[in-house]
């Protein structure tokens, strides 16, 4: 856990750490400047480390919902050829990506 | 006619003094003549255009016309999903798509017989406050355009203020309906969470994202809104209740209303011509009949910063889609799935997008989480309580919609002073509280100024009654941007 006093610092195996989570290749530069800009947007956040948020229950929707159910009734879904026709590569009736299971 | 609101078009066709086609026409010769200025639009649906005119004057003829929108030729913003015609999202990770339907929005507006005039231009997936992250092109601000029209809707905002559609939508995730609307001088209005359904709209932060108009007076909104709003079933987050006819009790007015005016949104460094225009306001709904009383949301400060930990936190989410399979750009050459996404989506999304992605993976990462998005999470708690508490006194909150006038572009090349012009903007996202921006005054060298409404949950027609009200008593509306006509 970061400790709370600390302004937060985030180091260059961090910005490595973080882009691999989030599939985003960044070239060198790009990766430099991304932790300056990230380092100058938490720093900003800290702020919220002023409240006291002991027992305040978190809100994760602006408006307070609970289940919406439907009648379980077979409705028409998008027709395949429609939904593979934005695709970048398919082969036939399906998308197609580079070899994941080795040989 | 490019300048005139849909309710006196509407009113222009049922008595034949015009024709849906001849006032199409006319958005798409302006649009022609002044877009390549303007970088409003994105795609322009002239045919498409041009045959819903045709179906709405053959309604008209037979004294059949399907409501006020009839007829009225609109601007949709890019993140919106069109049946048949691309949808770009401003970015270049969704090159090629097409999607197989509208948005309901869009689907309720064509109903309705709206006209599409085209999709507008963006911010890259609605990130930004001056529609310079679009990745195609900046759109400029009618009123001087070296300045930005604001964002993230700033294609939309520029095309209504400029006579290049009567009307649109755009989307509000911190403020990127309004904040525009007022840098354009036009009304813009986003609706409570859950009023209009989010189906077909690509989403950015799921919990924040809302729908609604831009129009050239408060009536058109109301218009508009009426016709978007309401339960859907694609949509389970939005909400079932009855949908008033706005427009028809807007006469109402202010008079006895309550209105807060939280002393937190006069905040230092703000443009003392923002706040002069604000206050004359006041006095001007005083004159009608309002009560104005000081309010506290002392959260204020913290707010912006809650939503930079949320909003990035639900985009890294919500963007994962875009790993170049199902649709969009796909990087070639990968040996293999990881490296074709990474590379992918390296090409794809501009540096905005890039940052956005990288600070809400880092707040929900491991060890992480709980200090940066379970916290923000509970101040937007607070935050919904400060609004609670001034909602048991007023009716109404009445404030600055931005600290400034629209900024030159360039101007804002630190990504958080560009945050920070949403500083006003974001709290009703937060909340999910309705809340609209109407022209209030024009600043020494004539850029619009705007003047922000929040209302209470659902209670939209308080919160057009009384901008209503301030907009007839007051001169901006006719006020016009000096383009070419």
Redesign the interface.
Known sequence: ??D?ERPPM?SRE??L???R???????EP?LEK?RE??N???T????????D?TG????????P?VN?M?DDVVVPC?PRE??L?????RAGEF?R????IED | MTDTPIHELADAYRRGETTPTAVTEAHLARIARLDDRLGAYLTVTREQALRAAAASDARYRAGKPLGPLDGAPLAYKDVLCTRGVRTTCGSRILDGFVPPYDATAIERLGAAGAVMLGKSNMDEFAMGSSTEYSAFKPTRNPWDLARVPGGSSGGPAAAVAAGLAAGGLGTDTGGSIRQPAAFCGIVGLKPTYGRVSRYGLVAFGSSLDHIGPFARDVTDAALLLRAIAGADPRDSTCLDAPVPDYAATLAQGVRGRRLGVPDEYFIEGMDPEVERAVRAALDVLRGLGATVEGVSLPTTRHALATYYVIAPAEASSNLARYDGVKYGLRVAGAKDLIEMSSRTRAAGFGAEVKRRIMLGTYVLSAGYYEAYYGRAQKVRTLVRRDFEAAFGRVDLIVAPMTPNVAFKHGEKEDPLSMYLNDVFAVPADMTGLPAISVPCGFSAEGLPIGLQFIGKALDEPTLLRAAHAYEQATPWRTRRPSLPS
């Open positions: 856990m970061p709370a985030i961090d910005v750490h973080v882009a989570l989030a599939r985003l290749e960044l070239s790009e991304m800009q990230l100058s947007i938490l900003y956040i800290d702020r919220l480390k002023e409240l948020v305040v229950e978190p809100t994760s929707h602006a408006v919902m919406v439907r998008f429609e939904m026709a934005n695709a970048p590569d998308f990506v580079p070899r994941i």
